[in-house]
């Protein structure tokens, strides 16, 4: 409380916004469950399909439902040569992320239930959101290399189509399930920013898709989403592994930030970025030069900063830590990292705004305003 028994929050840490069913964090036990289910099974047996389904109506699909709404999302893949078009526009100037947000806006002008803000058209626009938002990241890919656009391939499941629409051709089975495990891994998290930022677009009764442009915009920065492509930078900065001590002390002494470490919520190791771990050292221990220089650089930074910082201040690694060395070794250029968690968070930041649109209210919190009152207004000409 401060003088005038005004209570902030800054940064809402510790306020409640919301009742969901959509997902729980225990941040002290390292735990974490999509509509009740811990992450661990769903990462282990799932797929992204399912997942997608599981959060956007609320239970697992039996096989026909899964089926079905596979099939709607192979459906909605294409995008139009407009879409193709600002992409291309936009491609090999300005970040993934921004060519992303660009191009899901304009995805409202070809919805023709935009304005339609009943539950049934805002579960169809979901759908199409995700289906289109991953061909949406592959074609900046594409078009950032200089390459052309590959229409979707409706014989493949959803991360192996992203991989071949990305590549050209149809990835191996690893890389298949890596992907789909970081759709997995990334499709929900509670209200963080982005998330959050979602609501509130969604809580003026905007539509869903100026609601997820908000989610997008947020996701960007480098202490949310955009943490993973930062992680990977620093281990590319450190170069050599042998240099990652010094790194992280003269970060740190400088009060930087080590990307890819500490949380909001988790006090203890993310277990999204112990998934990841196992299959960190796995590849890294059967990998050669770039990916297996990062995965040395990756592991000595983890055991300092668990030594300096772990028990002592609750800072962990986090999901993004992990994953940019994995990627590297799939395939996937750093800038489209970010974008890629876009595309899997679509179906989170969706199911959010589902759950809390039949009970809208619209955020409105206070600011204690600490500046003058009542001053006299001076002439221009007369100001000193
Ligand atoms: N490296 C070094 N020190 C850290 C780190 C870090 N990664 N994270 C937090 N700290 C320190 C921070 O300097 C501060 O120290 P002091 O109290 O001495 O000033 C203290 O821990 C509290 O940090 P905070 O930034 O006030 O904590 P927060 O809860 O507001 O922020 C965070 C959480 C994730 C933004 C922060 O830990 C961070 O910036 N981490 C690096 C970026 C990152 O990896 N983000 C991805 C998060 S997981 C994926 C996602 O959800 O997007």
Not at 278 to 302: C, M, N, P, Q
């Amino acid at each position: 409380m401060n003088g005038n028994e005004v209570k902030i929050s800054i940064g809402l840490e510790g306020i409640y916004i919301a009742e969901t069913k959509v997902c729980k964090i225990d941040g002290i036990a390292g735990k974490l469950w999509y509509r009740g289910y811990p992450i661990e099974s769903l990462a282990a047996d799932s797929s992204f399909e399912e997942v997608a389904y599981l959060l956007l109506y609320g239970s697992l699909p039996k096989k026909t439902e899964l089926d079905s709404f596979a099939e709607q999302l192979k459906k909605e893949r294409d995008i139009s040569d407009n879409i193709k078009m600002i992409i291309k526009s936009l491609a090999q100037k300005s970040h993934p992320m921004d060519v992303l947000r660009t191009a899901v806006s304009a995805l409202s002008s070809e919805d023709p239930e935009l304005t339609d803000n009943s539950p049934e058209a805002n579960l169809r626009k979901a759908v199409r959101l995700t289906a289109k938002m991953t061909t949406i990241v592959a074609a900046i890919g594409r078009m950032r290399a200089g390459k052309d656009y590959i229409k979707p391939d409706n014989s493949l499941g959803h991360a192996e189509n992203f991989m071949y629409m990305l590549s050209g051709s149809k990835p191996n089975k690893e890389v298949a399930k890596f992907i789909d495990l970081m759709l997995v891994l990334h499709a929900e998290h509670g209200t963080n920013a982005s998330t959050f930022s979602t609501m509130v677009t969604g809580s003026t009764l905007a539509d869903l898709y100026a609601a997820i442009t908000s989610g997008i915009c947020a996701l960007k920065g480098p202490l949310h989403g955009g943490a993973d492509e930062a992680a990977l930078k620093m281990m590319r900065t450190i170069g050599d592994p042998a240099n990652t001590e010094k790194y992280i002390e003269d970060a740190l002494a400088g009060k930087q930030k080590i990307m890819g470490f500490g949380h909001r919520v988790y006090k203890t190791y993310d277990p999204r970025a112990k998934i990841l771990r196992s299959w960190f050292t796995d590849i890294g221990s059967k990998s050669s030069g770039e990916v297996k220089t990062l995965t040395e650089t990756a592991l000595r930074a983890e055991k300092m900063m668990i030594e300096r910082l772990g028990a002592s201040h609750g800072i962990w690694p986090n999901i993004d830590f992990f994953s940019g060395p994995l990627y590297i070794w799939a395939g996937v250029p750093a800038e489209l990292f970010t974008p890629i968690f876009a595309a899997a968070r679509v179906t989170g930041w969706s199911a959010h705004m589902l759950e809390y649109w039949p009970n809208n209210k619209i955020f409105r919190p206070l600011d204690h305003y600490t500046g003058q009152l009542d001053l006299k207004y001076i002439n221009i000409n007369d100001r000193k």
